[in-house]
């Protein structure tokens, strides 16, 4: 398994930035796909963003495409979630997540590892 660490959320204003981050560790990073999630309170768990390898391959929720970007930093272990022009709407604890095979999915239970969760809060 992979241990999955977050960090990175808070209190932003509508229309501000955060982005998140996601050490992991206990694998090489290129062998699992890996992918962000986020829970409201009273709501189901959601999908958020993937990314998975051979070939690079990246999906986003429609609710944040164009607004929020997935990458990765090998040499740290490290994914990255960069979230523009936010909105109340966005808040939520974000979970990532990492999936043993290389291909990214949407679906929460195809993934094997998850974070702690960090809050994100967007309100004036």
């Known amino acids: 398994q992979v241990q999955l660490v977050e960090s990175g959320g808070g209190l932003v204003q509508p229309g501000g930035s955060l982005r998140l981050s996601c050490a992991a560790s206990?694998?090489?990073?290129?062998?699992?796909?890996m992918g962000w999630f986020r829970q409201a309170p009273g709501k189901e768990r959601e999908f958020v963003a993937t990314i998975g390898w051979l070939p690079t391959r990246i999906i986003y929720a429609d609710s944040v495409k164009g607004r929020f970007t997935i990458s990765t930093d090998s040499a740290k272990n490290t994914v990255y979630l960069q979230m523009n022009s936010l909105r109340p709407e966005d808040t939520a604890v974000y979970f990532c997540?990492?999936?043993?095979?290389?291909?990214?999915?949407?679906?929460?239970?195809?993934?094997?590892?998850w974070g702690q969760g960090t809050q994100v809060t967007v309100s004036s």
């Open positions: 206990g694998r090489t990073f290129s062998t699992y796909a």
């Open positions: 997540a990492a999936r043993s095979v290389i291909w990214g999915s949407p679906e929460v239970s195809e993934y094997d590892s």
